[in-house]
Structure formats: structure tokens, C-alpha cells
């Protein structure tokens, strides 16, 4: 397997001006865009600071939405009447739009319209790498992964006998490399996130990548965290195929994206059978459809894909580069406010500075326990979870069990995370 | 309007600050069972001395937040000394307590429950029952957070647990 090399410039037409748009937008306006926003919990407003876990959603997706349902539902599928038609283009037009925010050279037929992210690597476990893996067989993980890009591949390993390897962290939260060419020996598949849900590291996926295609081993890129919040082209991540989740990216819930390499999706089993799925049926078999439906049994998240395409518009009309600034400056402003109030009382897990992570901040206050912490913090309207984050196997590694994590995006400003650091300090009053 | 006041009570941080009964018991003779809450990660690791028919030593280790480590500090006292039968009695009332259906009835949130007779007639027992619970009832706020409430119980539920394991443990010696 190598880069294809399909696209280096990996923005599709119509995207690129984004780049530029960015830089006139004014934040705090966005908040606005945000009806949940504005309500209040326990008499204070609304600080969400949960959206790697999910976003909230701006008026339009929900407009786009609604309209959908109101104007133009019916099912796809090839419906002969003008309602049909129409929702049938609306879903077309959402895998286009999905496809061009990730640089997809032929989102016509690599994306894949799933559950979700976890729906998306499920597909991969369970068809390329149930087909290509036997008995002995490596996948390479890392000790960052959310158990959505680990469960699968244990499955795997307990249905066929194949190995798992890990990728370490180092001391500063980043991936630990210094082994990377011993552990791709003799790997098959390497599934590997780009930006951790707990530690805001942006993994340097792309040398993985290619260090990866050099073995000869295929590429999952799990995109849950980064695809929301950094530029993202498919082309320069390198990788086989990646998974996100529209719910993290200001869309609905109950729709992601599997993208994949036509060449891999094309040769690939089909993975749960239905309607929509097949070219034809007989007592004795079946022809699988072609790409992309071949691999979307029964009736698909139609207004879902309709939202998603808003939400996509939405963020192009940000600018990611802007979106990404804005969240630099917010984890820069919240380092230095924990800092000079809480000193080492406040712990972050995560890589120091800014230039390695992204805007999603796991705290651990004293000995304050992270559940007692988001407790406090739900009283003054603050937004946190508190827990393992799905990523047992890591809270293992940092010795806790569990975190109160703080994820920021396009929505948040300096005044919440004002708000947050008051909170913290109201809690290590009670606690004291 | 629920506050952190209700939740957090005296009581509770006091527990939390300086548990009771923390520690181990060689096992045998007592009884070691764990609990744990995989959905926040809170751990018991209880130890039970069962002699003639009552809770002679009780001991708690794990780890978890200020809910469930108080509700354990507060479980060990209250039912150390105490008989089997009076422990699991006890482990009914707290159980009750800790059951969202009565607190909503008791704080008027579910509107259909006036209409319901035998609902306050339960409400009415269970307050009654509170009495007996003495500073446990303390942990009563936790049922306005229906998400903590399984910390409050893993240590009943654990205990529970230990009784069961206890008594087996005597039938077969007496068996055998």
C-alpha cells in the first residue's frame, strides 16, 4: 500500500476559500448561533464544555433539518415520485459535501454513511480486516485509543487468534515512537487515533502512517476527535480509511462516516445485509449493490445526512484554520488561568503548550474526586464529564480512574472558562 | 431548587475526611467481597466478621468519590455489632431511601402522585423509617441526584453480598 497521491492539494473546489473566511469571524457572535446555549441550569447559563463527548448544534442544522422533514421527506432509494427525488438528491448531496471537508478524491463512492464512528470501525473489523487477518496476524493499536478503535479488534482477536501490539505514551502524553519500526514488524493493520479523547494529543498520524505503509500494513485513521476541529484531508493523514461521527461536529446524532480508498471498499465484504444493500436477490443468493450502498443496509439517517451537510456548510463557513486558532488561544487563556489559581492543585494530563494538542483539558483537583468536581461544577452550569471517557486502558496507564474533562470548540469563550475556574475553586472550598 | 447543601451534607464530607472503619480483616475468618460501579469506577473491597448471628468487625478499602466512601464509613458504623437480621433490615430501609420513586412523591416533583393514596402511604413509611436510620438518613439528599445514587448503594449492595457469602459459608461448615 502506498499514498496515492490522489489530490495533494486535498481541498476540493468550492472549499478552499474557507481558508480566508475565517479570519473575519467574530466568536463571540457564534454563541448566538447556539439556541441550547442560552438556556440556564440551576439559575446560571449554560457553560457546555462537553463536545468531545458531543456538540451542540447551531439554528441552521436544526432549520435544515426541519425543513427536510416538512418540505421533501420521503425515502431514497430510487423513489420515482418528486418527493423521492428530492430527498434522494439531498442524501447524494450530503455524501458529496461530507466528502470534500475530508479532501475524499471520489466521495461519490468512498463515503460511507454509518451509525456512527464506532459503527465505521466496527465495518472495518468486521469485513477487510475479518477477510485479510488469520491466526498470528498483527494489528498495531496505541495505549490512546478509545474503546470504540479497541473493542472491535479484541473481538477479532478472540474470534480468530490475531495479536494486538500498542503504541506507549511518553512522559509529556505524546505517542512514544522510539519503537515504532520493531513493533510494525510483521503488522497487517495499524488503527490509531488522531487525537485522543482524553489527552487532546494530536498524534503524529501521518509518519505513522507512512512508517506503516512502508511495512505493508493498511492504515485506519479513528477521526472522531480531530475531523471536528482540525483541517482534514484524507490524502496528506495517509491513512486507508477513516471514522467520524457527525454528533461531535455540531450535526445530529445517528450518523458518521466510514471513508475508505475505493480500491480496498471495492474488494471488501459486505457487512449487515438488508435492503438498499443488494443489487438482487434469489432463493439461493445474493449480489451485493455497488459503492457506496453496498455497505448501507436498509433505510439510512436521511434528515440526519441533510443536517450532517448543514453543519459541514456551517464549520466551511468558520474556517477549520479559524476554529482551530480560536480553540489555541481558549487552551492557551485556560493553562495560564489554572495556573496562576490553582498551581499544582489543578493537574492536566495532556502534552504542555498548545502546539501538540488539541482543546480538550482532563483534570484532576486535588484529591477531590472528578465526580464530586463535575457535581460541583453542574451547580454553576458548567458542562463536564467525569469518568474513564471510554479509555480504560489508558486511565490504566495514567493510574486514575477517572478524569473531569473539560472539552472546549468553536462555541466556548474566555468567560467560560472564567466561569469553569470558579467553580473548581468553589469546589476546593467544600472539599478543604 | 436542589442544591449541592442537600447532597453534601456535614455528615457526609466528615465521613468522607475521616472515614470509619477503614482498613482489612484477615479473611477467613472474615468474609472479603467487592463491589464496583463500572460506570464511574468506584470500588469497595468490604471485609465481614460474622460471629454467632451478628456483625462482629467490619472493615472497607477501594476507592471512590465522596458519596461512596462516606456511604461505606457511614454503613460500616451503623451496622457493626448489630444481628444479621438487623443488618439486612437496615440494608432495606437504606435501599428504600435511595429509591427515586419515593423521593418524587415526597418532593411533589411527580404531580400524578397526589392522586396516588397508597404512594403517600408509602411516603409516610419510609419517613417514618427514617428515623431509625439515624445519620445515615444524612445520605437522604442523594436521591435528588438520581446519577449518584448507585455510589451510595454500592457498599449496601456489597455488604449484602457478604451476607450471603457469610451464611453459605456457615451452612457448609456446619454441614461438613
Known amino acids: 500500500m502506498t499514498n496515492s497521491g490522489v489530490n495533494r492539494t486535498g481541498v476540493a473546489p468550492g472549499v478552499t476559500h474557507t481558508e480566508q473566511c475565517g479570519d473575519d469571524v467574530d466568536f463571540a457572535k457564534l454563541k448566538g448561533d447556539f439556541p441550547l446555549l442560552s438556556r440556564t441550569v440551576h439559575g446560571h447559563r449554560v457553560v457546555y464544555l462537553d463536545s468531545a463527548s458531543s456538540s451542540q448544534r447551531p439554528q441552521c442544522v436544526l432549520d435544515a433539518m426541519d425543513r427536510f422533514y416538512e418540505t421533501t421527506y420521503a425515502n431514497v432509494h430510487r423513489g420515482v415520485y418528486t418527493l423521492a427525488e428530492g430527498a434522494d438528491r439531498l442524501y447524494d448531496e450530503a455524501r458529496i459535501a461530507v466528502g470534500r471537508f475530508i479532501g475524499a478524491p471520489d466521495p461519490e463512492h468512498e463515503v460511507i454513511f454509518t451509525k456512527n ?5 466496527n465495518l472495518v473489523a468486521g469485513t477487510w480486516a475479518r477477510t485479510n487477518l488469520v491466526r498470528g496476524d498483527v494489528v498495531l493499536l496505541t495505549d490512546m485509543e478509545h474503546h470504540s478503535n479497541i473493542v472491535p479488534w479484541l473481538m477479532l482477536a478472540e474470534e480468530r487468534g490475531i495479536e494486538l501490539r500498542w503504541i506507549g505514551i511518553d512522559e509529556e502524553y505524546r505517542l512514544d515512537l522510539a519503537d515504532l519500526d520493531r513493533l510494525l514488524d510483521g503488522v497487517k493493520l495499524v488503527a490509531c487515533t488522531t ?77 449487515m445485509g438488508g435492503g438498499g444493500m443488494i443489487r438482487d436477490v434469489r432463493h439461493d443468493g445474493f449480489t451485493p449493490n455497488v459503492l457506496p450502498w453496498k455497505f448501507e443496509a436498509g433505510t439510512p439517517p436521511i434528515a440526519e445526512a441533510v443536517g450532517f451537510a448543514a453543519a459541514v456548510s456551517y464549520l466551511e463557513g468558520v474556517g477549520l484554520d479559524a476554529i482551530h486558532a ?4 481558549l487552551t492557551a487563556y485556560a493553562q495560564a488561568i489554572f495556573e496562576e489559581r ?6 492536566v494530563f495532556g502534552p504542555p503548550g498548545t502546539a501538540e494538542r488539541g482543546g480538550v483539558l482532563s483534570l484532576a483537583f486535588r484529591d477531590v474526586h472528578p465526580h464530586d ?32 474533562r473539560a472539552s472546549l470548540y468553536l462555541y466556548n469563550d474566555e468567560s467560560d472558562v472564567d466561569v469553569l475556574a470558579d467553580a473548581i475553586a468553589e469546589a476546593g472550598t467544600l472539599f478543604s | 431548587m436542589t442544591g449541592l447543601e442537600d ?12 472515614p470509619r472503619n477503614r482498613g482489612e480483616l484477615p479473611a477467613p475468618p472474615a468474609q472479603r467481597v467487592e463491589g464496583f460501579n463500572p460506570l464511574c469506577g468506584d ?12 456483625v462482629a468487625d467490619i472493615r472497607f478499602a477501594g476507592q471512590g468519590c465522596s458519596i461512596s466512601q462516606s456511604s461505606a464509613s457511614l454503613m460500616s458504623a451503623a451496622v457493626k455489632g448489630k444481628t444479621v437480621p438487623e443488618a439486612r433490615n437496615l440494608i432495606r430501609t437504606f435501599k428504600a431511601m435511595m429509591s427515586v420513586h419515593e423521593a418524587r412523591l415526597g418532593d411533589g416533583v411527580d404531580g400524578a402522585g397526589s392522586t396516588n ?24 439528599g442523594v436521591v435528588k441526584f438520581p446519577v449518584r445514587i448507585k455510589c451510595a448503594t454500592l457498599s449496601w449492595n456489597t455488604l449484602a453480598q457478604g451476607l450471603d457469602e457469610a451464611e453459605e459459608t456457615s451452612t457448609e461448615a456446619t454441614n461438613t
Open chain 1, 117 to 121: 464512528a464506532t459503527e465505521a470501525l
Open chain 1, 195 to 271: 487525537m485522543s479523547n482524553v489527552l487532546g494529543t494530536i498524534t503524529p498520524f501521518a509518519q505513522i502512517a507512512e512508517a506503516a505503509h512502508r511495512a505493508g500494513a493498511v492504515v485506519v485513521a479513528d477521526g472522531a476527535q480531530s475531523v471536528p476541529h482540525l483541517r482534514t484531508d484524507v490524502s496528506r493523514l495517509g491513512c486507508d480509511f477513516l471514522a467520524f461521527s457527525a454528533h461531535k461536529m455540531l450535526g445530529p446524532t445517528g450518523i458518521g462516516v466510514l471513508w475508505g480508498r475505493r480500491a480496498l471498499l471495492e474488494e471488501m465484504p459486505v457487512f
Open chain 1, 326 to 329: 480560536h480553540e489555541v488561544g
Open chain 1, 342 to 347: 490553582f498551581g499544582d492543585d489543578l493537574r
Open chain 1, 373 to 404: 468536581l463535575a457535581q460541583v461544577l453542574d451547580q454553576a452550569g458548567v458542562c463536564v464529564r467525569a469518568g474513564h471517557h471510554c479509555a480504560k486502558p489508558l486511565m490504566r496507564r495514567l493510574g486514575v480512574s477517572a478524569t473531569a
Open chain 2, 7 to 18: 447532597l453534601y451534607r456535614e455528615i457526609i464530607l466528615d465521613h468522607y475526611r475521616s
Open chain 2, 43 to 54: 470500588e469497595v473491597v468490604l471485609y465481614v466478621q460474622v460471629q454467632d448471628g451478628a
Open chain 2, 117 to 140: 393514596g397508597s404512594g403517600n402511604e408509602d411516603a409516610h413509611d419510609s419517613a417514618t423509617d427514617l428515623d431509625s436510620l439515624g445519620e445515615l438518613a444524612a445520605l437522604q
